[in-house]
C-alpha cells in the first residue's frame, strides 16, 4: 500500500511516537478499572514497567489506599450515569510509586469512548517539586514577617531605653554649662556646645526611631476624607507654604479606608519634603493628585523641585538615609520610612519618578475597599 500522509498520521507507530515522547505520563484504563496504557514517562513517574502493569486494576497500583474507595465508586458512578465531578479537569491528588512512598500529583482525567468501548485516560505530572517550592516560599514569607516584627520591637525597646541615659547626659550638659558659664577657655565653652548639639540630634534620631517602631499600633480603620486631611496639613504648613509663595494645587480626592493619623503624616512628609527640597530662587509648585486603578487608588504629589538622581530612588526609602547633610537641608532621613511603612500598613506601596534639576513626583497606592468612594 502506497504511503499517504493521512495513513501515517492515522497509524498506530504514529499514536506510539506521540505517547513515547510526551512530558505527561499517561494512563489509560477499562471500564473494570485494569490498565491498558502506561506510557515511558508513567514508568518514570511511578516506577513501574509496562509489563509490571498492563492487565493490573489501577487502585491496586499507583492509587493508594485513602482514595481507593472512591476511585471504584467514581468508576462505576460514571458508568451508570455518565457523570462524574473529577472528569476532564485539572486536580491535585497524591499518588503512590512502586517503592511505596506517597507522593503529589496533578491530573486530568478523560473519558474516552472508541468503536463501542469505554476507557479513561488520565495524563499526570508529579508536582513534588513545585509543592516542595511553594512551601519554602511560604515558610520563608512567615519567617522574614516574624523577623521584621523582632526588629520592630528591638527598634522600640532599644528607642525607648536610649531615652534615659540620653536624658542624663542632656541634664549634666546643661549643668557644665551653667557651671562654666564665666570661663574664659572658649574651647571649654566650644566642646560644651558641641556636646549640646550632638545631644540634641541623638534625642531628635531617638524620638523619630520611637515614632517610626509606633507607627500604625493600635490602630483603627476608619473612612479617612483625604481632602479633610491634605486641608489640615496644608493648615500645619502655612508658614513654610507661605515664605516659600509656594504654589499647591489638589485634585479632589477621595475617601479611602485607612488610619487617619497615619494617612496625615503621610501627605505631611511628601509635602513638607516638596517644599523642603525647592530650587533655590524658584517659589515651588506642587500637585496633588489620584488616579483610581483597578483595586488600588495611585496618588502622587508632583513638585518643581531639585530632583533626586535615579541611583538614590530605592536608598531614600531607608530609615536614616539622606542625600545632604544637616546643614544644606534640615531632617533626619525618617520622613520617607515613615511614608513607606505608612503605605505598606495600607498594602500599598511608594516610590518616586524624577529628573533631577526638574523636579520629583512621589507615587504611593492605597488599598481601595467596596466602601470608598470619591467625595460628592
Ligand atoms: P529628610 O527629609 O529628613 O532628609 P526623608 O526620609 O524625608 O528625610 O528624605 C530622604 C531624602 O530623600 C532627603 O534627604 C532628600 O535627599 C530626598 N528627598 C525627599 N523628598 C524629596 C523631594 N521632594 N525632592 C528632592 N529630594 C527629596
Known sequence: MKETKENIWSSEETTRLIMNSALDAIVCIDTDGCIIIWNPQAERTFGFTETEVIGRRLS??????QYRALHETGLKKYLNTRQGTVLNKVFEISALHRNGHEFPIELTIVPMRLKEHDFFCAFIRDIS????A???HQQYAEDLKRKNIELEQFAYVASHDLQEPLRTVSGFVELLKRHYKNETDE???KYINYITDASDRMWRL???LLDYSRLGRERILEPVDCN????EVLSDLAIAIQESKAVINIDPLPVISGYSTEMKQLFQNLLSNSLKFRKPGEPPV????VMLREDTWQFSVTDNGIGIDEKYWERIF???QRLHTKNEYEGTGIGLAHCKKITELHNGKIWVDSTPGEGSTFYFTIKKRNTDKWKV
Open 187 to 189: 574651647n571649654v565653652i
Open 228 to 231: 479633610k486631611v491634605v486641608q
Open 129 to 132: 517539586e513545585r509543592q516542595e
Open 206 to 208: 531617638v524620638q523619630d
Open 134 to 136: 511553594e512551601t519554602r
Open 286 to 289: 506642587i500637585n496633588i493628585s
Open 60 to 65: 491496586e497500583t499507583i492509587v493508594p489506599e
Open 318 to 320: 531607608v530609615i536614616f
